[in-house]
T-cell receptor, first 114, second 118 residues
Framework: QKEVEQDPGPLSVPEGAIVSLNCTYSNSAFQYFMWYRQYSRKGPELLMYTYSSGNKEDGRFTAQVDKSSKYISLFIRDSQPSDSATYLCAMSARSGGGADGLTFGKGTHLIIQP | DTGVSQNPRHKITKRGQNVTFRCDPISEHNRLYWYRQTLGQGPEFLTYFQNEAQLEKSRLLSDRFSAERPKGSFSTLEIQRTEQGDSAMYLC????????????????FGPGTRLTVL
């Protein structure tokens, strides 16, 4: 079993829908949680950074962390075709990754249909 | 300074050849990471520098791989005697531990170098 599990999709939704993306993890030492967006053949771009359990909102994006269930989510409201990309969850035990780097999920390929 | 830059963006080489990639981090960032990403997978951690010191190496980093960060600025990743299994996107990321900096400790990624070994 991998440390971080993420459904690779593809996930296809109509424009304007609310999108829910999720990851589960097994390492209880993880405390820092991130979501990155990656367009085809580009580097990952940071969307959200959260510490421990709770919610964080930034514009159309909301990140949720439930450490008791080892489950994190990213919600995208009013989805746009430009949101079509691969969404990667990442996590670490130390702030910023420290010497261990970040542990990533496989990424979910999201398609927003116009 | 607009972000992390990597060169070259693409590299095609023949099996057995040596290749070297360069990463220029965001100027105030003292931490630098290398990752490898294969198709359909998330990035996998390879190695980590704090300033010029290489403090951690993943078991993924075989003896054919070597990384340097002279003077704590840019970094190079060299692969000797390339194999077809080395074909991947090599990503560099940087972050800062300096307090007060926006998004302290957050890793920012470059565009990557795509390596194809024939």
């Amino acid at each position: 079993q991998k440390e971080v599990e993420q459904d690779p999709g593809p996930l296809s939704v109509p424009e304007g829908a609310i999108v829910s993306l999720n990851c589960t993890y097994s390492n209880s030492a993880f405390q820092y949680f991130m979501w990155y967006r990656q367009y085809s053949r580009k580097g990952p771009e940071l969307l959200m950074y959260t510490y421990s359990s709770g919610n964080k909102e930034d514009g159309r994006f909301t990140a949720q962390v439930d450490k008791s269930s080892k489950y994190i989510s990213l919600f995208i409201r009013d989805s746009q075709p430009s949101d079509s990309a691969t969404y990667l969850c990442a996590m670490s035990a130390r702030s910023g990754g420290g010497a261990d780097g970040l542990t990533f999920g496989k990424g979910t390929h999201l398609i927003i249909q116009p | 300074d607009t972000g992390v830059s990597q060169n070259p963006r693409h590299k095609i080489t023949k099996r057995g050849q040596n290749v070297t990639f360069r990463c220029d981090p965001i100027s105030e960032h003292n931490r630098l990471y290398w990752y490898r990403q294969t198709l359909g997978q998330g990035p996998e951690f390879l190695t980590y520098f704090q300033n010029e010191a290489q403090l951690e190496k993943s078991r993924l980093l075989s003896d054919r791989f070597s990384a340097e960060r002279p003077k704590g600025s840019f970094s190079t990743l060299e692969i000797q005697r390339t194999e077809q299994g080395d074909s991947a996107m090599y990503l560099c990321a940087s972050s800062s531990t300096k307090r007060g900096l926006a998004e302290q400790d957050t890793q920012y990624f470059g565009p990557g170098t795509r390596l194809t070994v024939l």
